[in-house]
């Protein structure tokens, strides 16, 4: 009696539920409709703000050459002064200082157009990425809602334990939240970030070519092709670390090597790989397992160890599968938390779900090494 007690609380839970993703996918519409209206304004202003720079430009350049012209003629009048009158020298001299001060308005007329379109073209950045996540999410909440209606009712019907059902939900919905949180901060902080750096330094490039320099605006394209040539790595990576086509391909072990291999020449650093045993292809869940407790430890030691080497090892026996890997950066105390000690409790949980241990041990200035050890036995 009382599970059935349970499974009613629960289905009201999951009704409740519903409403408020229901709620969630029509604020998302708003915030997207918004979004574009706000979009289609700016794109709108920054034509209008760049059609007003341009006339700037031409209106700066013929007031420029008249004014250079006119202090030509200053100069003859002064070094001839008694061949004019004092009104002819005084009408030369205001002449040209009204030119020059309108020239210097302006040319400070035309900077703070520049910052304005500027500032324009960075907020259609942001409100394009915010209609992209926008839709990404409706798409998203739209899956879950389904789940939510269906899927998850019919789980429901199939455990009787409500606390099961209950954890099991909410489980998945932890690992998604965080995978999403984890791709959208990875984006914001690597593609993102150098492609709005990219736009501007490509506002140098034409700016130096119009006034000429050359050697200045090829080195900009220089300095720009290496962003981009760095901006596309990060978005691969991103992708590989999604999911690696490899591993569905090749298994582990080439996988792993092939990712060793790009991030140890993309940072410049040694990264060696060795292989204990027979190079077998493995259960699938141990493969991507193994493949994501490397990723973890071999960015860890990159980012936080700032290690010249590190050293990865595994070992595939009949009952078992170690991994190994050291490096020799600065270390860390791991019995003190920090920030980055996330990323060493993701490998754990995922180490305990493979009913494995897993030890740390570092010496702070004596670098790290991590030994993780799962039962396995090849089917």
Known sequence: MAVKISEKALDHVIDEMIG??????????????GARTEHEQLVTELKETKEKVLRHIENGDHLEQKVYFSRQRLAEVSKYFDRYTE???????????????????????????????????RRLINLSKTIERAEGL????????NYLQ?????VNEMIENAKEKQAFGLKIIEAQEEERRKISREIHDGPAQMLANILLRSELVERSYRQGDTEEALAEIRSVRKMIRSSLYEVRRIIYDLRPMALDDLG????????????????????????????????????????????EAVQNAIKHAEAALIQVRLEIRRNNLTMLIKDNGKGFDPKVKND??????????RVEILDGSLTIDSVIGKGTMIIIRVPYKAV
């Open 150 to 154: 269906d899927d998850f009712k019919q």
């Open 252 to 295: 582990l072990v080439p996988t792993i090597k092939k990712y060793i291999a790009n991030i140890a020449d993309y940072n410049k650093m040694k990264i060696d790989f060795n292989v204990i045993g027979e190079e077998t292809r493995l259960n699938q869940k141990y493969e991507v397992a193994f493949f994501r407790l490397v990723q």
């Open 87 to 121: 009104d002819q020298i005084r009408e030369v001299y205001e002449k040209t200082h009204k030119m020059q001060t309108k020239l210097a308005m302006l040319r400070q007329e035309e900077q703070i157009l520049r910052e304005k379109r500027d500032d324009l073209e």
């Open 340 to 349: 980055n000690s996330f990323g060493l409790i993701g490998m754990k949980e």
């Open 138 to 145: 409706a798409s998203k909440v739209s899956v879950i809602l």
């Open 20 to 33: 408020v993703v229901e709620n969630s996918k029509d604020e998302i519409f708003y915030i997207s409709e």
